[in-house]
């Protein structure tokens, strides 16, 4: 399935991708494979019924949208932050640039405790925010606000290289052309920030929408309002009904591929691009 | 410096600045500090102790030994994955990169789950491994193969750029001069790709020491036997035991906090490495 | 590439080898339990070693795993290798039976008072002074009260609080069913939060300062009365309620697999001794034992209880009609 393209000279390539692909298969695959086939004991009419119902819908809508409108957020402030730490110098860059991994680094269910102390009723900023009449903690809000800082990283470490590898002559080009600083921003630097824009929003949105740990304090768990799809899941588990759980996996793996396929896509694109610079 | 020649007026940087701060502080030192002010608030003495315990200390013994399986065998993984990925031109490869992607996207949940599905006395493996007493599920291993699921892409995803960047001019020269194939990937590739190993294994560790999800499905939650250490914490906050838990949360911070560092004093050198490399890419 | 395999397999087999080599060669149980149970069990378990370390002169290890009590039946079908179970409801042992055949259909009559050494009642828990002057069920379902509640589908204690209000409705509108799901509909409405569990939903009253009042476990409100703040909090006690049985069992298969059947069948007589009834009501849990009952009376007021049997004909059916897909609970959230 894998053939050269070319002969190369380089040897081992039989033994890189052979070991590639048996290790791929043993941890990833074969155990995913396990999915599909528990689904199929289902077949399609209940499948249909399981991925179709009113609440299975509100899930995957709440699921799906909050970690659209997180990955929204980060696109716009990860840019913000890697702008400002690939541009600017100011005291305690370094220290700010190592804290903007702690998502990555932290486990999830002291995120998520930490994030419920601090916006629920009582919490630090929570009696503030509720004093005027803002529900943050046990609201789609809430959830939002979590998955913000699940997904914060991805962004700002994709765009970051780029914006540190841009080119500085086009700009000092634009700028012996007689351009402004805005128009430079919009017609040279933006353009080049697109596709690390979208790659990191589509990895910080793939990796929301599974989130479990640290939405699951926070999201309040009520049908249809702040259930989350992997919540879902494992409501259907405790009912002993592991084909409906896999069955909402399915489709939550189905649209996590596809993300990827998109990502990687445009990956390759944007690296086309610079190779072509 | 050329950048700032080229930069915004002082009132707009610092505005931006301003900004980026007051995002970070919300979402990123805010929890943080939550976690080691409320690990401390009982005095430092019940801090110690909640960490010394036999219960927790197994719970990060047993966090060690699963980050210990876990990251070299997803290093091994990586070296290989990114060897043939960015050395070679071959069909599928975009798709091939997808599979690796894939478990970074898959919810904790799932994970989990799939291991209970295979080996799992209901799985098609159970009765086999009854009958001959081998324990995968509810067990270490199984903690080990979930752990491994999580971290699975991390270091391929940090060497495919880097050895990409490298070419193959100097392994290729190397070759002409009569080195093996292993000399040359020892000699020649290794010192190149050091930095970028570096950094993906520092954060393939983190993730493994910290993951909760997938872990939480196939432990069994057996106290001093199974648990990790973010599981230790589920259960000391379960206990209504809030000092103690966040107290074993500050660990797993200061974890974090450490890898950090270390994370970008590596990074300090791989982005030179990187840029070199880039450098010779598209002048060379 | 047969190094590198040989490599990978020495990691694996070392790292997941290791813990089990060295562990010693004792007596383990595995005492498979729901969240509440904690604090008991440990107590227990310490007697317990004491209690067998003199009947059979062996030294005993015993070993805890708590979590929801489905979640953790489920957790033993899928072969977490349980000697005994000490679950929230009987249905959850009644799906191991079914699914995994570990234990005989019978269990629950191998041990007195259907299996459930002790029991408990869902009781109410408010802020002290009882600010919105909740008496009884009837004042959960009034419009302005905040209810807190963890969630049926996930949590057995949900389903236990969920029955004990499904029950006064049907005393009350003499068995009208529409009548009592009205009832249970406006008491949800009330509800903000469904926690995941019954710990989860106590950790929200409690630390998180929400919702006015708590349907909980009889022993999960003196505990966190008791832990967490004698002079916030006041336990209600309704005008009826369900008598929850939680119960317990030996896993057979698993048991004579290790050779632990007898220390684990001894474990759950034990639970009806004196000592073992005394640490029940230490816990908060009501012992069946009259004379241990009396000595702890002013700590377990009188109330009218009805059991699960009287009220739907026990957990199946409980299960099916009101906690399974598009039971009363799934109407009540309108799917």
């Known amino acids: 399935m894998f053939l050269l393209k070319q002969k190369s000279t380089l040897p081992g390539f039989n033994l890189a991708l052979g070991y590639t692909v048996f290790y791929l298969s043993l941890i990833v695959l074969i155990p995913l494979s396990m999915l599909f086939l528990k689904t199929s004991t289902m077949g399609w009419g209940a499948f249909f019924e399981v991925i179709t119902s009113p609440r299975t819908l509100a899930a995957y809508r709440l699921s799906f949208g909050a970690s659209f409108v997180a990955g929204l957020v980060n696109v716009v402030f990860g840019f913000l932050i890697a702008w400002v730490l690939a541009r600017y110098r100011f005291p305690g860059k370094k220290i700010v640039d190592a804290l903007v991994d702690f998502p990555l680094a932290l486990p999830t269910a002291v995120a998520g405790i930490a994030l419920t102390s601090i916006y629920s009723q009582n919490g630090w900023l929570g009696k503030y925010l509720y004093a005027v009449g803002i529900e943050t903690a046990y609201s789609p809000l809430g959830i939002t606000l979590a998955l913000v800082f699940i997904g914060l990283p991805f962004v700002v470490r994709t765009i970051e290289p780029v914006l540190q590898e841009l080119d500085g002559e086009l700009e000092d080009a634009a700028v012996s052309l007689g351009a402004n600083r805005w128009q430079i921003f919009t017609k040279v630097i933006f353009p080049t920030l697109i596709p690390p824009l979208i790659t990191g929003f589509a990895l910080a949105f793939a990796r929301c929408i599974g989130e479990y740990g640290s939405v699951i304090f926070i999201a309040g768990n009520m049908p249809g309002k702040t259930e989350i799809a992997p919540l879902l899941i494992m409501t259907k588990l405790e009912q002993y009904d592991y084909a409906g759980a896999t069955a909402i996996a399915v489709v939550m793996l189905l649209v996590s591929f596809a993300m990827l396929g998109v990502i990687n896509y445009l990956q390759w694109v944007s690296s086309k691009r610079i190779g072509m610079n | ?284 | 590439m047969r190094k590198l395999i040989l490599i990978v397999l020495t990691l694996f087999v070392l790292g997941t080898g290791a813990p089990q080599v060295f562990a010693a060669k004792q007596k383990v149980l595995l005492n498979v339990s729901y969240d509440p149970t904690r604090e008991l069990y440990e107590e227990y378990n310490k007697a317990f070693i004491k209690h067998w370390q003199e009947l059979s002169g062996e030294t005993l290890e015993i070993n805890q795993s708590h979590g929801g009590s489905g979640k953790q039946a489920r957790a033993v079908i899928d072969g977490l290798d349980a000697d005994i179970v000490t679950l929230a409801l009987a249905y959850d042992i009644d799906s191991i039976v079914e699914k995994s055949g570990l234990l005989p259909a019978a269990w629950q009559q191998k041990l007195p008072h259907n299996s459930s050494p002790y029991t408990s009642t869902i009781v109410l828990l408010v802020r002290k002074g009882n600010p919105k002057n909740i008496k009884d069920w009837d004042d959960l379902a009034k419009p302005g009260i905040n209810v807190i509640t963890p969630n049926p589908k996930t949590s057995g204690g949900a389903r236990w609080n969920y029955l004990a209000a499904w029950g006064y409705a049907l005393k009350k509108w003499s068995n009208d069913e529409a009548k009592a799901q009205d009832f249970l509909r406006a008491i949800f409405r009330n509800v903000s939060i469904l926690d995941s569990g019954a710990r989860g939903s106590t950790t929200t009253f409690v630390e998180r300062g929400i919702g006015d009042v708590l349907i909980s476990w009889e022993n999960e409100a003196y505990l966190a009365v008791n832990e967490l703040g004698k002079d916030k909090f006041e336990i209600i006690i309704p005008s009826v309620s369900i008598l929850a049985e939680p119960p317990v069992a030996v896993v057979e298969r698993n048991a004579s697999r290790h050779g632990t059947l007898k220390a684990a069948e001894e474990y759950l007589n034990y639970l009806y001794s004196d000592e073992g009834q005394e640490i029940a009501a230490k816990n908060y849990y009501r012992p069946r034992n009259e004379a241990i009952a009396q000595k702890y009376a002013d700590q377990f007021q009188p109330i009218s209880l009805f059991t699960i049997d009287e009220l739907l004909g026990g957990w199946q059916k409980a299960q099916k009609t009101h906690f399974a897909d598009k039971g009363t609970f799934d109407q009540i959230y309108g799917n």
């Open chain 2, 1 to 284: 410096m050329a950048v700032h020649l080229r930069s915004e007026p002082v009132w707009v940087r610092w505005t931006l600045i301003g900004m980026a701060l007051a995002f970070l502080g919300l979402f990123i030192f805010l929890p943080l500090s939550m976690v080691f002010i409320t690990g401390l608030n009982k005095g430092i003495a019940v801090y110690f102790k909640s960490i010394n315990n036999p219960d927790a200390l197994s719970a990060i013994r047993l966090t060690l030994i699963t980050a210990l399986v876990a990251v070299p065998l997803n290093l091994i993984f990586g070296v290989a994955a990114s060897w043939a990925i960015a050395k070679f031109d071959f069909y599928g490869k975009s798709f091939l990169t997808t599979l690796i992607d894939l478990p970074l996207s898959v919810s904790p949940v799932i994970s989990g789950l799939i291991y209970v599905l295979m080996f799992g006395a209901q799985g098609p493996f159970g009765t086999w491994l009854r009958d001959h007493g081998i324990k995968i599920i509810f067990a270490p291993p199984a903690i080990i193969l979930a752990t491994i699921f999580v971290t699975f892409p991390m270091v391929a995803r940090e060497l495919i750029p880097v050895m990409k960047a490298q070419g193959n001019d100097e392994e290729e020269a190397a070759l002409t001069l009569g080195a093996s194939g292993f000399q040359t990937f020892w000699r020649v590739t290794l010192p190149n790709i050091k930095w970028g190993l570096l950094y993906g294994v520092i954060l393939c560790n983190a993730r493994a020491m910290g993951e909760f999800g997938a872990v939480s499905v196939v432990s069994g939650h057996i106290r001093g036997q199974t648990n990790t250490l973010p599981l230790h914490i589920e259960i000391l906050y379960n206990e209504y035991n809030f000092t103690a838990a966040f107290a074993a949360a500050s660990l797993l911070a200061m974890l974090a906090l450490v890898t950090l560092f270390a994370k970008s004093l590596v990074e300090y050198r791989y982005r030179a490495e990187l840029k070199a490399a880039l450098r010779l890419e598209n002048h060379g």
